[in-house]
Nanobody, 116 residues
Framework: QVQVVESGGGLVQPGGSLRLSCAAS????????MRWYRQAPGKQRELVAS???????NYADSVKGRFTISRDNAENTVYLQMNSLKPEDTAVYYC??????????WGQGTQVTVSS
């Protein structure tokens, strides 16, 4: 099995930056892609960014040019660098591991609050 744990959330002022981390453990050879989702109260869960095992990245239109997803050399940790944060970015951010021949693995989430 694979477990993922998010960290790095917190309170930041508009225009500020945060970097989220997602550490994977277990059968990491099964990871085909890792993704960041977010969900604000009263809103649907939204795919923010993804990175495949081959290194291809994709972003939601709402975060393009502001957020960057990356991973370490061992491909067991993924990061989300968030710059120029806006109040609308406030949400619980979830790490997701897309696994080969297994159901997705989800983290517990980390709160990001952008407020003056």
């Amino acid at each position: 099995q694979v477990q993922v744990v998010e960290s790095g959330g917190g309170l930041v002022q508009p225009g500020g930056s945060l970097r989220l981390s997602c550490a994977a453990s277990g059968d990491i050879f099964r990871i085909a892609a890792m993704r960041w989702y977010r969900q604000a109260p009263g809103k649907q869960r939204e795919l923010v960014a993804s990175i495949t095992s081959g290194g291809s990245t994709n972003y939601a239109d709402s975060v393009k040019g502001r957020f960057t997803i990356s991973r370490d050399n061992a491909e067991n940790t993924v990061y989300l660098q968030m710059n120029s944060l806006k109040p609308e970015d406030t949400a619980v951010y979830y790490c997701n591991a897309d696994l080969r021949f297994r159901p997705d693995s989800w983290g517990q989430g980390t709160q990001v609050t952008v407020s003056s």
